[in-house]
């Protein structure tokens, strides 16, 4: 049974980070540093005192799963005009749960906090080579607007 609840819990959110800073310094080593507690838990401790909101998912009472959310606004200007939508920072999902709904339920938990804070928008970005996070999004209803490009010199 998945049950997913808010926290303020930063250690807990910074240990759950763990494989998803693994995976992306494995795709990406030259742009993610090796996961290093002691230097993300500032990190989550800054975010949940400021404007971050968390939710952690829970697999049979154990935490196998979070979620980061940010309420972005951006003011009108000559180009675009203003902007109010929820965006994911970051989300994961302890390797040995996935394929058992958690990531679903933790979209679908943003989706509700979305609501409730009066946005009808989420956005997120996700790497290239993290085929499996695109395709999650992808069946959660996510569609691209927007593309990073890159060139080395």
Do not use: C
């Not at 003011?75 to 058992?100: C, S, V």
């Amino acid at each position: 049974m998945i049950h997913i609840h808010q926290t303020h819990d930063y250690e807990l959110l910074a240990s759950l980070n763990r494989e998803v800073q693994e995976h992306h310094h494995l795709l990406y080593p030259d742009v993610f540093k090796q996961y290093d507690k002691d230097a993300v838990l500032p990190f989550y401790k800054e975010a949940l005192n400021n404007s971050g909101y968390a939710f952690i998912a829970y697999f049979d009472n154990k935490p196998v799963g979070y979620i980061l959310l940010f309420i972005k606004e951006l003011p009108e200007n000559p180009f675009q005009y203003a902007q109010h939508f929820l965006i994911i920072d970051q989300i994961g999902t302890l390797k040995d749960f996935r394929g058992r709904g958690i990531a679903t339920a933790l979209l679908q938990k943003a989706e509700e906090f979305a609501k409730e804070n009066d946005t009808n928008q989420i956005r997120l970005n996700h790497w290239t080579m993290n085929e499996n996070a695109g395709a999650l999004f992808l069946k959660n209803g996510f569609t691209y607007f927007n593309e990073n490009m890159r060139k080395y010199l």
